[in-house]
């Protein structure tokens, strides 16, 4: 049986993006009977309840932590270290330390030095927006990644979670095409047997007029997701079509950061009392809202995967996308692909979608028979082969 030490850091943060990856992949890893799995953590601390009890109560934790060496020198180096920055990052040493000789291990994010006495190390990259879009970061994340960068060589082999990231990562960093495995993503388990709520009962809960019909987009409000071009494209929508000015658009997700620009662009944005920003969206609700959607809109300038896609897929709701790095290895043929930098592009195909019910209905269908395809439970199948291939 394989050991495997997973590096579980960012469990302790808020469930978007790497949090959910890192959920899932420990959700399909954890009762294995091929595999002997402990999870690397800084600390029991949890910002989300479901993550906080399922790991105090079902996962053998191994905690970094613990093994912090105390000291007035250490703590000088630390605050040296980390200046700055919004999180405390891990040394070397202190990553090696709690890595048991023998063991596998994969490091999916925070943690990403390898361990000199694993039997193997193992990296999950997820994307390279920080070295190919600086701007849209905060110092944290750069540095972080930076970091991370520059210990690929260490590792044996590395998981890629799209063909664009791999692809990447032989273009930038020089990564030697036989060290790269892809291994495609999933959605959380709610979009697999979802509870579709009634119109009213999910639009109510998050102060959304039922009685309109409504345009999606579900992401981190920052710079890279490009909210300013999905706004121009539904300027554009209900500039052409005046009927079409009935329908708003759900901006759902977290404030995130470098709003500025987005926040001066809405004072004068001449449908903005049609905007609706209703912030966290709980998990379980997450379906319905697709659902009942006429479309989903996401005009990102680049992803690694691009979950909300999956997620829009699985739930049965048409997906316009950008047409670059990842997005259109989830999307396929199963909705429309448009260039992020033409909100006239995906205005139009938009109106395609909101003009013709059968199409709508011919997306929803293929969508959803392509995300079939994507699941955790193929993404742990496939880690686990890794594992053994390498150990």
């Known amino acids: 049986m394989a ?47 479901e993550i906080a009890t399922f790991v105090r109560s079902s996962a053998k934790t191994r905690l970094v932590g613990k093994y912090l060496q105390p000291g007035r020198l250490s703590q000088t180096m630390e605050r040296y270290r980390n200046r ?53 970061h905060e110092h944290t994340n750069l ?85 300013i071009g999905i706004l121009n494209a539904y300027k554009a929508l209900c500039s052409d079509r005046p009927a079409y000015r009935e329908i708003m658009l759900v901006l759902s997700g977290h404030m995130g950061w470098r709003n500025e620009a987005l926040n001066q662009f809405m004072e004068s944005y001449p449908y903005r009392d049609n905007v609706v920003f209703p912030g966290y969206v709980a998990l379980e609700d997450m379906p319905s809202l697709y659902g009942h959607a006429e479309a989903f809109i996401y005009l990102s300038f680049y992803e690694g995967f691009g979950i909300p896609i999956l997620e829009a897929m699985k739930s049965s709701c048409p997906v316009v996308c950008s047409n670059t790095s990842s997005m259109p290895e989830v999307l396929g043929d199963s909705g429309e692909l448009v260039s992020p930098n033409s909100p006239e592009e995906a205005a139009v195909a938009l109106a395609r979608i909101l003009d013709d019910a059968r199409y709508a209905d011919e997306l929803r269908f293929a969508g959803l028979a392509r995300s079939k395809a994507f699941t955790w439970g193929r993404h742990a199948d496939a880690l686990v082969r890794i594992y053994k291939d390498l150990s």
């Open 84 to 136: 700055g920055l919004a999180v405390r990052l891990p040394t070397p040493a202190e990553v090696a330390r709690v890595i048991a000789p023998g063991d596998i291990y994969h490091s999916t994010d925070w943690y990403h030095y390898a361990a000199p006495h694993a039997r193997c190390n193992i990296l999950t990259y997820h994307d390279l927006t920080t070295k190919l879009f600086p701007q849209f």
């Open 143 to 227: 540095v972080k990644e930076d970091r991370k960068a520059k210990a690929i060589r260490d590792f044996d082999h590395i998981v890629a979670v799209s063909n664009s990231t791999r692809n990447d990562l032989i273009t930038h960093f020089n990564v030697a095409p036989s060290k790269i495995s892809t291994v495609h993503l999933g959605v959380d388990s709610v979009y697999e047997s979802p509870v579709r709520l009634s119109r009213k009962e999910v639009l109510s809960k998050y102060k959304i007029d039922p009685a309109r019909r409504y345009i999606l987009s579900v992401s981190t409000i920052e710079p890279r997701k490009n909210i």
């Open 3 to 49: 050991r495997v030490t997973l590096d579980g850091f960012v469990l302790r943060f808020p469930r978007t993006g790497v949090v959910n990856y890192v959920y899932n992949v420990v959700l399909e890893l954890i009762g294995r009977s091929d595999i002997d799995l402990t999870i690397l953590l800084e600390d029991l601390n949890f910002s989300d309840t």
